[in-house]
C-alpha cells in the first residue's frame, strides 16, 4: 500500500491514489476486480478474480449454477464484501477509502458516493408494493438524487415508456405480471443513470413466456450505448445477441472469456464444451 | 342489592374519572410506540454494543413487574434527580417504558418480515439508511403490525389502575374513595369494571376493522 503520503498533492478533487494523474476517462476501466476473493466460512467460493470492464461494455457472465457470477455482481452493488482483493469503480476502491495516506475499510459516506455509478435488477424485482409503479421509479430520484417533483416525473415517465409500461403508472406492483414487474425494475435502476448495472439473472423467476419482453427491453437499452453491463445470465442466445465480451466462469474463476462468437462457435475448454452441449 | 338511583348518583364522578385514564393509556400509548420503534431500531445495529445494551435494557424491563417499576419512578427519581414529578406523569412514563418493550418485539416481527429484497433494493438505488427505514421498511412493516399494537392499546388501558397505587386518582382510586365514604362497594366497583369492558369492546371492534383493511392494501 501507498505510504507517502509527504508528496501526496493538496486536495485533488480525487482520492484515486492507484491511478493518480490520469484522468476519469474511456482509458480507465469503469470497473475492474483485482484478485477479488470472497469466502463463507471455511467455504471459499471466489478463487482471485481479475476482471476488467470498459465504460459502455457488456459483459455477459455465464456459467453454471454456484460458479459465483451473482457473488460478483452482489460485491460490486455492496451487497457483499470481497474477502480480499479490490474492487475498483472508474479507477477508485470500492471497498476502501484513503484516510492519512492509507487504505482503510470504506465507511458508509464512500459507500454512498461510489454506489451512485452503480445500478442492479434483481431476479425477484424487489419493486416496493407499497408504492405505485410510479412511485417507484420517482422516490429514489427524489430522495437520493433530490430531485424536484417534477424533474422525478418527467425523467421517471421517460423510463417507464422505454420499458413500455407508460399505460401502468397508477397501479400498484401486485396488479403486473412478473415481466412488467421487472420491466418497472429496470425503469428504477436506469433512472439513476448509473455507469454501469448489474441484471442478476433477471428472466430467471419468469414465466417462460414473459422472458422475452424483458430481454428485449435489455437489448435495447444496451444498443443506446452508453451504460456499461454486467449481465448475469442462463440465457445464452441472450448473451450471444448482446454482449461484447462472454465471461465463462466455474467453480469460483473465470475459465475462459472472449467475444462471443468465439466463446460459442470454438469453445476451447472441456469446462465450457460441456457446459454449452447442454443448451444446445 | 343493587340500587339504581344510587349507581346513577355516582356515574358522573366516575365518568370524570375516566379523564385521568385516558390520558394515561394515551400518553403511555405514545410513548411506548416511539420508544419501541427506537429500541427495535437498535436493536438492529451494526455495532454489537448497541444491540447488546438495547436488548439487555429491554430484557430487565420486561423481567420485572410494572408495579414495582411504578413504585421505583414514583419514590426514587425525586430522590435521585430532585426533581418532584406529578404522579400523573411518572405513572405515564412507567407504563410508557414497560409497554415500549414489549412494542419493539412487536415493531421487530413488523420489520423481520420484510423481504431481504427490500433492503436490498434500496440500498442498490443508494438510498440513506434513515431513507431506507423511513420510505421503504416502516411503511411496509408498520401496517401489518398495527392490530397487534391495537391489542396492546387494550392491554394497557387496562393496566392503568395500577396507578392507584402511586396515588394517581384514576377510575379505581375514585371507586375507592366512593367506598370508603358511602361504604358501598358493589355499584361503584361494578360500574369500574363495566366501563372498562366497553370501552375494551369498541377499542377491540376498532383494531377488528383496521385488520381487516390491513388484509386488502395493495391490492387496489
Redesign the interface.
Known amino acids: 500500500m501507498d505510504t507517502a503520503t509527504k508528496e501526496e498533492p493538496a486536495f485533488t478533487g480525487s482520492v484515486s491514489k492507484p491511478h493518480q494523474g490520469k484522468p476519469a476517462a474511456s482509458a480507465v476501466p469503469v470497473v475492474s476486480y483485482r484478485d477479488v476473493k470472497k469466502s463463507y466460512g471455511d467455504l471459499e467460493v471466489l478463487h482471485g478474480i481479475d476482471l476488467d470492464i470498459a465504460a459502455g461494455e457488456k459483459v455477459a457472465l455465464i456459467g453454471p449454477s454456484g460458479s459465483g457470477k451473482t457473488t460478483l455482481g452482489r460485491m460490486l452493488m455492496t451487497l457483499e464484501e470481497p474477502t480480499s482483493g479490490v474492487i475498483e469503480v472508474e479507477g477508485e476502491p470500492l471497498w476502501q477509502m484513503e484516510r492519512n495516506g492509507k487504505l482503510v475499510r470504506a465507511n458508509e459516506h464512500h459507500l454512498h458516493r461510489m454506489r451512485s455509478k452503480i445500478g442492479m435488477v434483481f431476479q425477484h424485482f424487489n419493486l416496493f408494493p407499497h408504492m405505485k409503479v410510479l412511485r417507484n421509479v420517482t422516490e429514489a430520484p427524489r430522495k437520493v438524487l433530490g430531485l424536484d417533483k417534477e424533474e422525478a416525473h418527467d425523467r421517471a415517465v421517460e423510463m417507464l415508456r422505454k420499458v413500455g409500461l407508460e399505460d401502468k403508472l397508477d397501479v400498484y406492483p401486485s396488479k403486473l405480471s412478473g415481466g412488467q414487474k421487472q420491466r418497472v425494475a429496470i425503469a428504477r435502476a436506469l433512472v439513476m443513470r448509473p455507469k454501469i448495472m448489474v441484471f442478476d439473472e433477471v428472466t430467471s423467476a419468469l414465466d417462460p413466456e414473459l422472458v422475452g419482453e424483458v430481454l428485449a427491453v435489455i437489448k435495447e437499452i444496451a444498443e443506446e450505448g452508453e451504460m456499461a453491463m454486467m449481465l448475469i445470465t442462463h440465457e445464452m442466445d441472450f448473451a450471444r445477441d448482446v454482449a461484447d465480451r462472454v465471461i465463462f466462469g466455474a467453480d469460483g474463476r473465470i475459465v475462459e472469456s472472449g467475444p462471443p462468437q468465439e466463446l460459442f462457435g470454438q469453445p476451447k475448454s472441456d469446462r465450457l464444451k460441456s457446459f454449452l452441449s447442454r443448451f444446445v | 342489592m343493587w340500587d339504581w338511583s344510587y349507581a346513577a348518583s355516582i356515574l358522573p364522578r366516575l365518568l370524570s374519572a375516566l379523564q385521568a385514564t385516558f390520558i394515561a393509556t394515551a400518553w403511555g400509548f405514545a410513548l411506548a410506540c416511539t420508544l419501541g420503534l427506537v429500541l427495535a431500531v437498535l436493536s438492529r445495529s451494526r455495532f454489537v454494543l448497541v444491540r447488546l445494551t438495547v436488548d439487555g435494557i429491554s430484557e430487565f424491563i420486561r423481567r420485572t413487574p410494572l408495579l414495582v417499576q411504578i413504585f421505583f419512578l414514583f419514590y426514587s427519581i425525586p430522590l435521585l434527580t430532585g426533581i418532584s414529578v406529578p404522579a400523573l406523569t411518572t405513572g405515564i412514563i412507567g407504563l410508557g417504558l414497560h409497554y415500549s418493550t414489549y412494542m419493539s418485539q412487536v415493531y421487530r416481527s413488523g420489520i423481520e418480515g420484510i423481504?431481504n429484497?427490500?433492503w436490498?433494493?434500496a440500498?442498490?438505488?443508494?438510498?440513506?439508511?434513515v431513507?431506507t427505514w423511513s420510505?421503504?421498511i416502516l411503511?411496509?412493516a408498520i401496517?401489518p403490525i398495527l392490530p397487534i399494537m391495537g391489542n396492546y392499546l387494550i392491554v394497557m388501558f387496562k393496566e392503568t389502575p395500577l396507578l392507584a397505587a402511586i396515588t394517581v386518582v384514576e377510575l379505581l382510586t375514585t371507586a375507592k374513595n366512593i367506598n370508603a365514604r358511602d361504604w358501598r362497594p358493589f355499584e361503584p366497583y361494578t360500574i369500574v369494571g363495566v366501563l372498562f369492558l366497553v370501552i375494551s369492546l369498541i377499542v377491540a371492534f376498532l383494531v377488528g376493522w383496521l385488520e381487516n383493511r390491513m388484509k386488502q392494501?395493495?391490492?387496489?
Open positions: 423481504d429484497g427490500q436490498e433494493a440500498k442498490a438505488l443508494n438510498f440513506t439508511p431513507r420510505a421503504i411503511p411496509q401496517p392494501r395493495y391490492t387496489r
